[in-house]
């Protein structure tokens, strides 16, 4: 299964647009890409989800080139709510086995 | 509606015995994951059932094991408890079809600590 790389911190500051990018290489053919937000001591909750080309739905997009290889969440115009941990993942869709990998840690400043 | 719910919310568990957490879906799912996130690190996957059938294992050890039942609810055991299995165990359900796993729903987890 495909393994994910993202980095493990960012900061931002209240109003403007994160990007956070995440790789994954080996991603198979049928492995969708879902991004989940995590505040302490709860569950992690669903972002977005897409398989190629470009997602968006009220919160976030999600742009994934061609190769799939890589992916990026857009958070437009972050508050200080946001700060959490995103993490990156892929997941098949024969299994329901998600891989989540260590998360990136959004800091929003005001 | 309500969302994926877990009891208990926490636990404390010695060295050596035996625990059973507890998975209720949302209505309509049919699918139940399990993981276990150490603090600090991301979810591991543990289980994943679907209509009852075990579709996915995680690397956990054996002491580990789970089980779905008729009306979608699950259950994660784990044996002979180590220092090691203290974590945040979460719960997640989804709507699959002809699993076809969609999106997963979180539970707010079951704190376990083992002294």
């Known amino acids: 299964l495909a393994k994910t790389t993202q980095p493990i911190s960012m900061d931002s500051y209240e109003g403007q647009e994160v990007n956070i990018t995440c790789s994954h290489n080996?991603?198979?053919?049928?492995?969708?890409i879902t991004w989940y937000q995590q505040f302490p001591s709860q569950g992690p909750r669903f972002i977005i989800q897409?398989?190629?080309t470009k997602v968006t739905n009220e919160v976030a997009s999600l742009f994934i080139p061609a190769d799939r290889k890589s992916s990026t969440l857009s958070l437009p115009r972050v508050s200080l709510s946001d700060t959490a941990v995103y993490y990156c993942?892929?997941?098949?869709?024969?299994?329901?086995?998600?891989?989540f990998g260590q998360g990136t840690t959004l800091q929003v400043k005001p | 509606d309500a969302g994926v719910t877990q009891s208990p919310t926490h636990l404390i568990k010695t060295r050596g015995q035996q625990v059973t957490l507890r998975c209720s879906p949302i209505?309509?799912?049919?699918?139940v994951s399990w993981y276990q996130q150490v603090l600090g690190q991301g979810p591991q996957f543990i289980f994943q059932?679907?209509?009852?059938?075990?579709?996915g294992r995680g690397n956990f050890p054996d002491r580990f094991s789970a089980r779905q039942f008729p009306n979608y609810s699950s259950e994660l055991n784990v044996n002979a408890l180590l220092l090691g299995d203290s974590a945040l165990y979460l719960c997640?359900?989804?709507?699959?079809?002809?699993?076809?796993?969609?999106?997963?729903?979180f539970g707010p987890g079951t704190r376990l600590t083992v002294t």
């Open positions: 209505s309509g799912h049919k699918s």
């Open positions: 059932y679907y209509e009852k059938e075990e579709r």
């Open positions: 993942l892929v997941g098949s869709s024969n299994t329901g086995k998600l891989i």
């Open positions: 897409g398989y190629k």
């Open positions: 997640a359900s989804s709507l699959a079809i002809s699993g076809i796993t969609y999106e997963q729903y």
């Open positions: 080996n991603i198979a053919t049928n492995d969708y």
